[in-house]
C-alpha cells in the first residue's frame, strides 16, 4: 500500500530566501503526523504546499498514491483547519459546514444527514443556527473541526488549531482531537510550535528549523534520542541540561569530567559509549537526575553538587546546581528537603545520556 | 485547462483596469510631455523641438500671475485651514454633548461642488450687495469690502471660500488623529500632574505628525488642482488676476487653442503634484510592506 | 460622605467657577464658527426666496419678508444657460445619467481589483496598485488634452456614455484603493479554508467577501458619487450644449450675461446643483468621512 502521504524533495522559495530545503515526509494511512518547531520554522509553509495553497518551487508532493504537485487544493482530498479557525462571518454555523459540500454539488440530503452527523459528533447541535461571531472560541474550534470532518477526506491537516484557545480549553481539545484521530482513524498532518502537543498527539513528529527537518521519529525516539543539540533543547520543558564536559578514555569507559566553580570536577564514569572525542556536550534530561536515594541502576552514577534554586511545582521540585558553567536541573519528588545553599548527593542516570558535538550539534552515541 | 484557467483568473479580471490605467494614465502623461516638446498649436505636431513651449510659458506674465497666486493662494489655503482644523478639533475633543451636530456642521461644506461654493461666496462677497453692503447698512458707510473686484486682492477671496470649504475636513482628520492617541499615555501624563495644555503641545500633537503630514498632502493637492473654485468665484478675474495654473491651462486648451502651452502648463502642474505626492506615497507604502 | 462627594473639594470652589466659565467660552467659540461655516447656505436659501426687489433693497443677512419660489421654479425648468433656457432639469438628468453608471462600474472594478490585490497576489501585483495609487493623485489637466482626441476616435465626444467611460477610468484608482484596504483586513485563511472547501475565485467573492461588503460599498458609492456629481473639470471639458452636467450648467447660468443679474435664481441654481450631495451627506454623514479619510490616509 502506498503511504497516505508522501513529500519528496520539496523546496520553496520566497524570492530568492529558501523558507523549505530538500524536505522528504512519509507517512502511512491512520497516522497522525506532527510539524514542530519555533516560529519561522516553515511549518506552516509546509503545511500550506501540502494542501496546495502555496505553489512548491521543487520537488513532489503525493497523496495516497497520487501526485498532487500540481493539482489545486479542492481536488487534493483534503480538509484543514486554520489558526483562526477561519470561519465564513456572515454564514450560519450549518452553512460553514455545508458551504463544501454545496460548492461541490452533493445534493441536499446529503448535506442535511452528514451536517446532522457531524453536529452530533462535536454537540455543535444548538449553535447550527447562530453565526461564527456569536460562538465562544471554543465553540468556533469546534464548527472548525466540524467543516473539515464533514468532509470526510484521505488527510486532515490542521494549522496550529488551537493557539488561540486559553490553557484549560487548549488541554481539553487536544484530548477531543486525540479522540477522534482513535475514534476515525483518519490520517492527519498538524503543526503546533507547542512541543506538548506535539509529544502528546503525534504518532511521528518532525523537528523542524529554518525550514530543515531536523528530525523524524516517534515522540519517544523524538524526547529520548534527540539527534541533535537544537531538538534535544526544543523538545522536552524543562529542557535537557546540556553540559559542556571532557571525555577521555579511562580503561573499559569514559571519564567525564564537568568543571564547577569553587569546587573539584564533577567526575562520571560512562561505561557504554567509548568512542567519544575530548570536548562533548551531554546531555540529560532533568528527571535523569534524581536524589541520589531515590535511583539505582546499572548506569546510575552519584556526585554530590551544592544546591543553588529550589523551585517547587506542585507534582515535582525543581532543583538547580551550577555545573559546567551553567544552571543544571534535576526534577525531583515534592516532597523533597533540598535547601538552597545545602550539599546533596544526586544520581546521574548515564543510560539516558545523549553526546552532541559541540561544533556542529550532531549527536554522538 | 480549468486548473490553468483558475491560476489566471485574477489576473485576466485585474488586466482591464491594470491596461485602462496604464494607457489612460501613464500613457496620456507621456502624450502630454511628449506635446510640450513640440511646437503644438491648435493641432498636435509630433515633432520634437526641444524646449520652447515652456521658454514661452516661463516668460508669459500671464503664467507668472498664476505661479505666484499659487503660491499665495496654496500657503494661506494650507496653513489657514490647518490651523483651523486644528483648534477646532482640539475644542470639539473637550468631550461637548452636541459635538455629533457640530462636527456635521463644520464638515458639511465638503461635500459641496467648489461650483457651488464659489456661486455662494461670489455672492456673498458681491461688493454691491454682499457683506460691504451689510456693513454699511449697520452704518459704517465708509467700510470697503471688494476684493473680489479688487485684482490685488481678488486672490484672497479664493483664500477664503477655500478654507470655509476645506478646513472642517481638517479638522475630521485632526478630530480622528487626537482620538486615536493611546489612553493610557494620556492618563499616565494626568496622573503625573502634567497640565492639560501642555499634555496637548507635548503628547498628543507630536504624535499626530502623519495625520499633519496627510492634511498638509491633500490641501496642497486640492489647491494644485483648485480650477472649479476660481472659475465660480473669479472666473480667473479681473483680467487673469486670479488665474491659477489650472484655469491657465484650461484657457490655453480651450479657449486658445494654444495645445502646446496647455500640454507645457499641465506638465509642470503634475512635476509639482509629484514632488509632493510620490515621497510621500513611497513612504507610505514601505511603511505597508514592512 | 455624601457631602463630600457632592462638593468635592471646597478649597478649589473658584477653580470650579473658573472651569465652568471657561466651558461656556468654549461652547460660545464653536456656535460662532458653526455659524461662519452655516452662514453661506443661510445667506443662499434666505436669498433664493427673496424676489429680485427686496434683494436689491434689503440686506444680505435678513429674512425674507414675502417668501416666493419663484426663483426656485426658473432655476429648475426657466434660467438661461447661454441661448438655452430650460433651467436646470435636463443637465440635472444628464448627472444622474452620468453618474449612476459611473459609480456602479467604477464601484465593480473597484471591487474585484482590491480583492485581487489583497487575496490573489501574483508576481507584480503590489507594482500594479502603486500605479494605480498614483493616478489618483495626477492632476486630470494632464491627461485632458489626449482623452479629448481619445473619445473623438472613439465616437464618444460631447456625449453622456464619453463621461462615464472618463469617471469610471480615473475614479478606478480610488475605489480600487478603498476595497483594497478594506479587504486586507479579512484574513487569508478564510480564502484558504474556502479553496479547500472548493470554491474558486469568483465563489469566494461572491458568496463570502460580497456578504462582508456592505460598509465598503456604502463608502464607495458615496465618494464615487460626490466625486463625479461634484465634477466640473471633465463636464465643462468633455461635454457639448446638450450633454453638460448640473455643474457645468449652473456655472453657465450664474455667468450666463444676458438680461438682468437674478441672483435668487443662482442661489435657488446652486442649491439644487447641491442637494443630491448634501441629501447623501445628512443621510449617511459618518460614510462619507470615512470615504474622505480614507481617501487621505492611507493604511
Known amino acids: 500500500m502506498s503511504p497516505i502521504l508522501k513529500v519528496k524533495n520539496l523546496v520553496k522559495n520566497f524570492g530568492s530566501t529558501e523558507v523549505l530545503k530538500d524536505i522528504n515526509i512519509s507517512i502511512e494511512s491512520g497516522d497522525f503526523l506532527v510539524l514542530v518547531g519555533p516560529s519561522g520554522c516553515g511549518k506552516s509553509t509546509l503545511l500550506n504546499c501540502i494542501a496546495g495553497l502555496e505553489p512548491i518551487s521543487a520537488g513532489e508532493v503525493f497523496i495516497d498514491g497520487r501526485n498532487m504537485t500540481d493539482v489545486s487544493p479542492k481536488d487534493r482530498d483534503i480538509a484543514m483547519v486554520f489558526q483562526s479557525y477561519a470561519l465564513y462571518p456572515t454564514m450560519s454555523v450549518a452553512k460553514n459546514i455545508t458551504f463544501g459540500m454545496k460548492v461541490r454539488g452533493v445534493d441536499t440530503e446529503t448535506q442535511k444527514r452528514k451536517l446532522a452527523e457531524v453536529a452530533r459528533q462535536l454537540q455543535i447541535e444548538p449553535e447550527l443556527n447562530r453565526r461564527p461571531g456569536q460562538l465562544s472560541g471554543g465553540q468556533r474550534q469546534r464548527v472548525a473541526m466540524g467543516r473539515a470532518l464533514v468532509r470526510d477526506p484521505k488527510l486532515f491537516l490542521f494549522d496550529e488549531p488551537l493557539s488561540n484557545l486559553d490553557a484549560k480549553l487548549r488541554v481539553e481539545m487536544r484530548t477531543e482531537i486525540k479522540r477522534l484521530h482513535h475514534d476515525l482513524g483518519a490520517s492527519m498532518v498538524y503543526v503546533t510550535h507547542d512541543q506538548i502537543e506535539a509529544m502528546t498527539l503525534a504518532t511521528t513528529i518532525v523537528v523542524m528549523k529554518s525550514g530543515v527537518i531536523q528530525q523524524i521519529g516517534t515522540p519517544a525516539e523524538i524526547y529520548g534520542r534527540p539527534q541533535n543539540l537544537f531538538v534535544a533543547d526544543f523538545m522536552g520543558s524543562p529542557a535537557m541540561n546540556l553540559i559542556k564536559a571532557k571525555a577521555t578514555k579511562n580503561g573499559a569507559g569514559t571519564k567525564i569530567e564537568i568543571s564547577r566553580e569553587n569546587s573539584a570536577p564533577l567526575i562520571l564514569t560512562d561505561t557504554q559509549n567509548t568512542n567519544l572525542p575530548e570536548n562533548v556536550i551531554l546531555g540529560l534530561r532533568p528527571e535523569d537526575i534524581a536524589e541520589a536515594s531515590m535511583r539505582s541502576g546499572p548506569q546510575v552514577q552519584t556526585a554530590t553538587c551544592l544546591v543553588d534554586i529550589v523551585e517547587p511545582a506542585g507534582a515535582d521540585t525543581y532543583v538547580m546546581s551550577k555545573l559546567g558553567g551553567k544552571e543544571v536541573t534535576a526534577r525531583l519528588h515534592a516532597e523533597t528537603g533540598a535547601q538552597p545553599g545545602q550539599l546533596l548527593e544526586f544520581a546521574f542516570d548515564l543510560g539516558k545520556v545523549s553526546y552532541f558535538e559541540p561544533e556542529t550539534g550532531q549527536r554522538l552515541n | ?290 | 460622605m455624601t457631602d463630600f462627594i457632592s462638593n468635592p473639594d471646597a478649597k478649589h470652589k473658584s477653580g470650579k467657577a473658573t472651569k465652568i466659565a471657561l466651558r461656556w467660552f468654549l461652547l460660545l467659540l464653536l456656535l460662532i464658527f458653526a455659524l461662519y461655516y452655516l452662514m453661506p447656505l443661510f445667506v443662499m436659501v434666505t436669498t433664493s426666496l427673496k424676489s429680485l426687489e427686496e434683494i436689491r433693497t434689503g440686506s444680505l443677512v435678513a429674512l425674507p419678508r414675502e417668501v416666493t419660489f419663484d426663483a426656485w421654479k426658473t432655476a429648475w425648468s426657466g434660467a438661461c444657460t447661454g441661448i438655452q433656457c430650460q433651467g436646470l432639469q435636463p443637465y440635472f438628468w444628464n448627472s444622474i445619467l452620468i453618474a449612476v453608471p459611473a459609480v456602479f462600474l467604477s464601484t465593480l472594478f473597484g471591487a474585484m481589483n482590491g480583492y485581487i490585490i489583497a487575496h490573489w497576489k501574483f508576481k507584480g501585483a503590489n507594482l500594479i496598485f502603486s500605479m494605480m495609487l498614483f493616478g489618483c493623485f495626477i492632476p486630470f489637466q494632464v491627461v485632458i488634452l489626449p482623452m479629448a482626441r481619445v473619445l473623438g476616435m472613439m465616437g464618444l465626444a460631447g456625449s453622456i456614455q464619453g463621461l462615464i467611460f472618463v469617471h469610471v477610468i480615473y475614479g478606478l484608482g480610488f475605489t480600487t484603493l478603498f476595497f483594497r484596504n478594506y479587504y486586507v483586513s479579512i484574513p487569508g485563511e478564510l480564502v484558504k479554508a474556502a479553496k479547500v472547501d472548493g470554491a474558486g475565485f469568483f465563489r469566494i467573492f461572491w458568496s463570502i467577501f460580497l456578504p462582508l461588503s456592505l460598509p465598503i460599498i456604502v463608502v464607495t458609492v458615496i465618494w464615487q458619487f460626490t466625486q463625479i456629481w461634484n465634477d466640473f473639470l471633465f463636464g465643462v471639458s468633455f461635454s457639448q450644449a446638450g450633454t453638460q452636467p448640473i455643474t457645468v450648467a449652473l456655472n453657465n447660468i450664474v455667468n450666463s450675461t444676458t438680461g438682468v443679474k437674478e441672483y435668487n435664481v443662482d442661489m435657488a441654481a446652486a442649491i439644487i446643483a447641491a442637494l443630491p450631495t448634501l441629501f447623501v451627506y445628512v443621510v449617511a454623514g459618518k460614510y462619507f468621512i470615512r470615504g474622505l479619510t480614507a481617501g487621505s490616509v492611507k493604511g
Open chain 2, 1 to 290: 485547462m480549468s486548473d490553468w484557467l483558475e491560476r489566471h483568473v485574477p489576473k485576466m479580471v485585474l488586466a482591464p483596469s491594470f491596461a485602462a490605467i496604464l494607457l489612460f494614465v501613464y500613457g496620456f502623461i507621456a502624450w502630454t510631455g511628449w506635446i510640450s516638446f513640440t511646437k503644438s498649436r491648435l493641432l498636435p505636431k509630433y515633432e520634437i523641438i526641444g524646449t520652447l513651449q515652456y521658454e514661452r510659458l516661463f516668460i508669459s506674465p500671464r503664467w507668472d500671475t498664476a505661479l505666484n497666486n499659487l503660491f499665495i493662494f496654496g500657503a494661506l489655503f494650507i496653513i489657514i485651514s490647518m490651523i483651523l482644523g486644528l483648534i477646532l478639533a482640539i475644542m470639539l475633543d473637550q468631550k461637548i454633548r452636541t459635538e455629533g451636530v457640530l462636527r456635521t456642521i463644520y464638515l458639511y461644506p465638503m461635500a459641496l461642488s467648489m461650483i457651488v461654493t464659489g456661486t455662494a461666496w461670489k455672492w456673498i462677497l458681491n461688493p454691491g450687495l454682499g457683506i460691504e453692503s451689510v456693513v454699511r447698512g449697520w452704518g459704517y458707510e465708509s467700510f470697503s469690502f471688494d476684493w473680489l473686484v479688487n485684482p490685488e486682492y481678488a486672490i484672497y477671496t479664493v483664500v477664503i471660500a477655500g478654507v470655509w470649504q476645506a478646513s472642517g475636513f481638517v479638522m475630521a482628520l485632526f478630530l480622528a488623529g487626537l482620538r486615536s492617541v493611546d489612553e493610557e499615555i494620556i492618563k499616565a501624563a494626568q496622573v503625573d500632574g502634567i497640565p492639560t495644555s501642555r499634555i496637548y503641545s507635548a503628547i498628543i500633537i507630536p504624535s499626530m505628525a502623519p495625520i499633519f503630514l496627510s492634511s498638509f498632502i491633500v490641501l496642497a493637492h486640492l489647491a494644485i488642482k483648485s480650477f472649479d473654485l476660481v472659475i465660480a468665484l473669479t472666473g480667473g478675474g479681473p483680467g487673469y488676476a486670479t488665474d491659477l495654473p489650472a484655469t491657465y491651462m484650461y484657457t490655453m486648451a480651450f479657449s486658445r487653442g494654444d495645445i502646446g502651452q496647455a500640454a507645457s502648463s499641465a506638465m509642470v502642474m503634475m512635476l509639482v503634484v509629484f514632488a509632493i505626492v510620490v515621497p510621500y506615497l513611497y513612504s507610505e507604502l514601505r511603511a505597508k510592506n514592512d
